[in-house]
């Protein structure tokens, strides 16, 4: 099972950026899956996921501004940003949790495999 997340860069306050993961090894229509980010010197905290139905849910400080979907055909899933902030710079993980048919989780250890990572960068 790889995943592997692209879309990150450094971007002007106010901004948006698309960032995508793909997934190999797993059909994304079984699993659920999960965003998350890690600032400089902070923990790794949930931003948003999607249940094996696809049912989407978004962190109640992020809502608004970051939505998640995810294409099946592609085995991708994505987290649209909006509005960006100073404070959103992180590295962004998706995350695939570790069984089927499971529901959106904002634990870590729900999650069973991990992309590498992308950085965003918001600069004001």
């Known amino acids: 099972v790889q995943l592997v997340e692209s879309g990150g860069g450094l971007m002007q306050a106010g901004g948006s950026l698309k960032l995508s993961c793909v997934v190999s090894?797993?059909?994304?229509?079984?699993?659920?899956t999960g965003w998350f980010r890690q600032a400089p010197g902070k923990e790794r905290e949930f931003v948003g996921g999607l249940s094996w139905r696809a049912t989407a849910w978004v962190t109640d400080s992020m809502k608004g501004r970051f939505t998640v979907s995810r294409d099946i055909a592609l085995n991708t899933v994505y987290l649209q940003m909006n509005n960006l902030q100073p404070e959103d710079t992180a590295i962004y993980y998706c995350?695939?949790?570790?069984?089927?048919?499971?529901?959106?989780?904002?634990?870590?250890?729900?999650?069973?495999?991990w992309g590498q990572g992308t950085q965003v960068t918001v600069s004001s």
């Open positions: 090894g797993r059909q994304l229509g079984y699993y659920a």
């Open positions: 995350a695939l949790h570790d069984r089927r048919h499971g529901t959106i989780e904002t634990g870590i250890s729900n999650y069973a495999y």
